[in-house]
């Protein structure tokens, strides 16, 4: 596990969307696991402006994304769909045939569960999953004592995940309780994982799944056992690390000796 400490969330998303950049220009066919949420909104718009400049293109590459509401239309303003359209995926040339939302709108669930992992593996699994981490220590919406081999499943939604996330709906909404995510036994399938955690929210969920005992109660802490993981954190996400130190030491030494 690589961890890279950066002093703000604006650099630590730029070294993300740079190493976005980078698979995409070793593999331009690439297979590319999404993330949502605030994280994530920094990071998409680097990759925007790359694109912009003529620096990027996503014409090749396929997406993934790790998990999506029960209950919401696509085109409803807090569905995954609608924020990966918003945030990323108008604003780019990426065909729509290969943007792919875990979404169930006939009511078959487990279809819809066994055709998106089927759907992965027929692309050759996904080269490059992007993470991000929620203060319980969730990764996709994989709760606290969720299995550590789960595939794409039905996941009721924790308290914790429903209080944080409410800041996004109206009062006069129906906030939704349960999802469809990727299972952490697929996600661990990816070749190659970034995650990206940021602010002084997330350290001690950063804590327990960089440095903590390998638990269902930190889902992420699974990534431990992952051979390609890459942690980026800001200072304040980084805080509550022990080895803090160390970090900063090893990958400076890391950029000196691929220098």
């Known amino acids: 596990m690589r961890v890279v400490i950066l ?5 630590a998303s730029d070294f993300a969307a740079d190493f976005i950049k980078k698979f995409i220009a070793r593999k331009n066919n690439l297979v590319l696991g999404l993330a949502t949420g605030s994280s994530f909104l920094l990071t998409y718009d680097a990759l925007i402006d790359k694109y912009n400049t003529g620096d990027l293109s996503f014409k090749k590459v396929t997406t993934f994304n790790l998990d999506e509401y029960v209950g919401l239309e696509p085109n409803h303003k807090q ?3 609608h924020y990966m359209k918003q945030k990323l995926f108008n604003h780019i040339d990426i065909s729509e045939k290969n943007i792919h939302i875990p ?4 009511g078959d669930f487990e279809s819809t569960c066994e055709n998106y992992e089927s759907k992965i593996k027929s692309y050759g699994g996904i080269d490059l999953q992007l993470l991000g981490v929620g203060s319980n220590g969730h990764i996709g919406f994989n709760e606290p004592t969720s299995s550590l ?3 794409t ?8 995940t429903i209080t944080n996330n409410a800041r996004f709906f109206d009062k006069s909404e129906t906030q939704p309780s349960i999802a469809i995510t990727m299972g952490i036994g697929t996600i661990m399938e990816a070749k190659n994982i970034l995650l990206l955690g940021l602010g002084q929210h997330k350290s001690k969920a950063v804590a327990d799944l960089v440095e903590g005992p390998l638990s269902s109660f930190c889902p992420g802490s699974v990534l431990q056992n992952h051979e390609n993981t ?4 800001d200072q304040l996400a980084a805080s509550n690390l022990k080895l803090y130190d160390y970090y900063i030491h090893s990958e400076k030494m890391n950029v000196e000796y691929m220098a």
């Open 153 to 160: 499943r039905v996941k009721t939604l924790t308290k914790n």
């Open 230 to 233: 890459v942690i980026v954190l």
């Open 149 to 151: 081999n789960s595939r």
């Open 79 to 81: 569905s995954y769909r």
């Open 103 to 106: 979404e169930c709108l006939d």
């Open 7 to 11: 002093p703000t969330e604006k650099k």
